[in-house]
């Protein structure tokens, strides 16, 4: 296998996974928002591979998480 084609193999494992986390975590109440934001926090700080996929597929979230980050941070000094 070729680079390219692990990438878009990982793409679409993530999407499938994705999607089938959604369905499960929309029954519980909140449970989505907090899925997001936890691995937002994860990429931004320890997974470069699963952040440039998030913003390739969740670029305005991604921008929503960091001001709520941001805010939080100016709240606290």
Known sequence: MNKNSIEKNSEKSIIELNRSLTRKLMEQKNALSAEAFAHFA????????????????????????????????????
Not at 71 to 77: A, D, L, P, V
């Open 42 to 77: 994860t990429s931004k700080y320890s997974n470069n591979e699963s952040l440039e996929l998030i913003k390739k597929y969740f670029s305005k979230s991604l921008e929503i998480y960091d001001e709520i980050i941001k805010s939080s941070i100016k709240e606290i000094k």
